[in-house]
Nanobody
Framework: QVQLVESGGGLVQAGGSLRLSCVASGGTFSNSAMAWFRQAHGKEREFVARLNRIGSYYTDSVKGRFTISRDNAKNTVYLQMNSLKPDDTAVYYC???????????????????WGQGTQVTVSS
């Protein structure tokens, strides 16, 4: 069974950094896009960053602050988050999807495997 397990969330002050990790197991992800989404309390889940056959792409609000990377040998994708802001507070989800590998990769329906989420809280 395909699984994604996130870790690395926590409480950090504004301006600080966190690195999220997502370990994939139980399947082949070589032709899958890997992405991070987030969901703030009371809001819809939104795209943050993805890696697919085109490369990396970020939502405007995190460009220049977040970096997505992938270690295929470890079946792990990372999200390095710097200069964190209170607006970054959310549950962060890792996702994998074959459809997103061949598309823009920003829509939720391009992903069919999701992790359980990890909470990121940024205090002001």
């Amino acid at each position: 069974q395909v699984q994604l397990v996130e870790s690395g969330g926590g409480l950090v002050q504004a301006g600080g950094s966190l690195r999220l990790s997502c370990v994939a197991s139980g399947g082949t992800f070589s032709n899958s896009a890997m992405a991070w989404f987030r969901q703030a309390h009371g809001k819809e889940r939104e795209f943050v960053a993805r890696l697919n056959r085109i490369g990396s792409y970020y939502t405007d609000s995190v460009k220049g602050r977040f970096t997505i990377s992938r270690d295929n040998a470890k079946n792990t994708v990372y999200l390095q988050m710097n200069s964190l802001k209170p607006d970054d507070t959310a549950v962060y989800y890792c996702a994998a999807g074959r459809r997103a590998y061949y598309s823009t990769g920003v829509a939720l329906d391009g992903y069919d495997t999701w992790g359980q989420g990890t909470q990121v809280t940024v205090s002001s």
